[in-house]
């Protein structure tokens, strides 16, 4: 069998979308191990839920530095100690401009069905107050993998869920959140069988048979 994926998860906030990697992980339906958390902010309190899974977690502080280009150039050094496959943001709120080695390399999760509701400013539950307001009548979320744009690149998956006639940001978060935690481990497992092949905007899902031909 194949070596488990090893993955870097960056994030600023809670962390809840990490918990569900390690759940899946610790589960056994995600072939991948966490080498380490990199916050962007020293507070966020998925590096504690790192911590307590036995996980290295490092601070890149966003605040720490005056630019894009200064914050980026040590974040990529420091992803680069680390020999990780794929990197994995969740809930990481800052822009982040990486090094080419890491193009294609790199996945995303938002709250929403790219590309609506989505972009600077969309995060959490701003993004499910704005689908509300719209009055839009499904919404979802998107893996995708990441450039350098927020919520960009090419969409590996998408899965929808109803918007309901009494629904508030938090109950459409919630519905929202359920796929979430199906579609991340789902689109990280593909990656990590080698199915995933980019083709411009497109991502090719190869059958099982097919990876790495
Ligand atoms: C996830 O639900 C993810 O969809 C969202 O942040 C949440 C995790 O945050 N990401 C975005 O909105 C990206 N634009 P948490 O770590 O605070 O729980």
Known sequence: MAEPVKLAVLLSG????????????EEGSLDANVT???????????????????????????????STESFSAALNTTLDEYDVDL???AGFMVMWDMSQKYLG????????????????????HSVHRAVLQY?????????????????????IIQKVVPVLDDDTPETLAARVFEKECEAYPE????????????EGRRVRILPKNEAGA
């Open 135 to 155: 009055g839009a009548r499904v919404s979802g979320c998107t893996v995708h993998f990441a450039d350098r744009a927020y919520d960009h690149g090419p969409v």
């Open 187 to 198: 689109a990280i497992q593909l990656f990590a069988e080698g199915r995933l092949k980019i």
């Open 87 to 89: 990197v994995c943001l």
């Open 105 to 124: 390399r790199v996945m995303n999760i938002h709250p929403a069905l790219i590309p609506a509701f989505c972009g600077k400013g969309y995060y959490g």
């Open 14 to 25: 809670g962390g809840t979308t990490l918990e569900n990697i390690f759940s899946k992980i």
């Open 36 to 66: 380490v958390v990199i916050g962007s902010r020293p507070d966020a309190y998925g590096l504690e839920r790192a911590r307590n899974h036995s996980v290295e977690a490092v601070v890149v502080e966003r605040k720490k530095f005056e």
